[in-house]
């Protein structure tokens, strides 16, 4: 079964928000992905948000879409990414992993048999972008099966009815997207997330992460203010991008840990 329930339930008692860090799986390089788990745990975070490389990343700006490139160039597929699970899972029982990524890859394979491969591989969620709701009751069932949850995006100009429809589907967490447009694009508006969330609220009972525009200790701090979790994402691909080779594990936990402090203020 996932643990990401378990997991804001702990948080919720000791009144601490989540830390859902992002990084895509084989970048820098395939080899580094595990030790960037880890890394991103030892600094503080709650669950991880591990990207599945993808050809057309729709939701992702230029610094996400280079890490796909990366990725890719690299060889690097969906099933060496629940390979990158399975390995983490060998040193850590407990962080909730979530995959983030797009349907194609999934289809590829099979729902049925990614549900299976994610399951065994100790994967908790999957988050697919270019599933909407109205199409998605097969690909849940097949998750659930599984024992895996089915997060849902909304985003500010998700109408009611829809918010309805993904409260329906989802479960583990529901990600809101805070700001209009791709990962890493505009600056975020606090008081406009603040007025959206209880909306989302009164369709559901799930916690609700904040995602998109959260550059630094300070933004997700005040993110943390009013979402039960904070999602970044750019900003530690660009930490990634900018650190030595020898560096990039130290780097990455380092500003995780700067956040994690800010959060728990």
Known sequence: MSRIPGVFASLKSRGRKALIPFITAGDPNPGMTVALMHALVQGGADLLELGVPFSDPMADGPTIQRSSERALAQGVSLRKVLDMVTAFRRDDADTPVVLMGYANPLEAMGMAR????????GVDGVLTVDYPPEEADDY??????????????????????????????????????????????????IDAVAARLPVIRAHTGLPVGVGFGIRDADTARRVAQVADAV??????????????????????????????????R
Do not use: H, N, Q, W
């Open 140 to 189: 849940v069932a097949a998750l659930r099966a599984r024992g895996l949850d089915a997060i849902f995006l909304l985003s500010p100009t998700t109408a009611e009815t829809r918010v309805d429809a993904v409260a329906r589907l989802a479960s583990g967490f529901i990600y809101y997207v805070s700001l209009k447009g791709v990962t890493g694009a505009a600056t975020l508006d």
């Open 231 to 264: 999602v970044i994402g750019s900003r530690i691909v660009r930490e990634i991008e900018a650190a030595p080779r020898d560096a990039v594990a130290e780097r990455v936990r380092a500003f995780v840990a700067g956040v994690r402090v800010a959060m728990d």
């Open 114 to 121: 990614f549900a299976e491969a994610a399951a065994a591989a």
